[in-house]
């Protein structure tokens, strides 16, 4: 059984800056690629950034240049540093692998950003 447990999520004002944490724990081993997704009230859940064992990336277009993802393999932790938030980011973010496992979903961590 692997939990994944998403952290630092917050209100933060439009242009400030979170710093999200998923910490990996259970029967963990060393994720091929691991992504950020997030869900707006009444959207999709969708996929925002991603990360593979060799640090290859991926954005999403409507974060790209704003938002970092990083992982630290040997802590089984991914990270997603936003900046220049927008009121539009406003989501549940969750952190799975890429593609995502259903039964690898948390709870996730709320950001709100308020213009």
């Known amino acids: 059984q692997v939990q994944l447990v998403e952290s630092g999520g917050g209100l933060v004002q439009a242009g400030g800056s979170l710093r999200l944490s998923c910490a990996a724990s259970?029967?963990?081993?060393?994720?091929?690629?691991l992504g950020w997704y997030r869900q707006a009230p009444g959207k999709q859940r969708d996929l925002v950034a991603a990360?593979?064992?060799?640090?290859?990336?991926y954005y999403a277009d409507s974060v790209k240049g704003r938002f970092t993802i990083s992982r630290d393999n040997a802590k089984n932790t991914v990270y997603l540093q936003m900046s220049s938030l927008k009121p539009e980011d406003t989501a549940v973010y969750y952190c799975?692998?890429?593609?995502?496992?259903?039964?690898?979903w948390g709870q996730g961590t709320q950001v709100t950003v308020s213009s």
């Open positions: 799975n692998t890429h593609p995502p496992r259903w039964d690898y």
């Open positions: 259970g029967r963990t081993r060393v994720f091929n690629a």
């Open positions: 990360i593979t064992s060799d640090g290859d990336t």
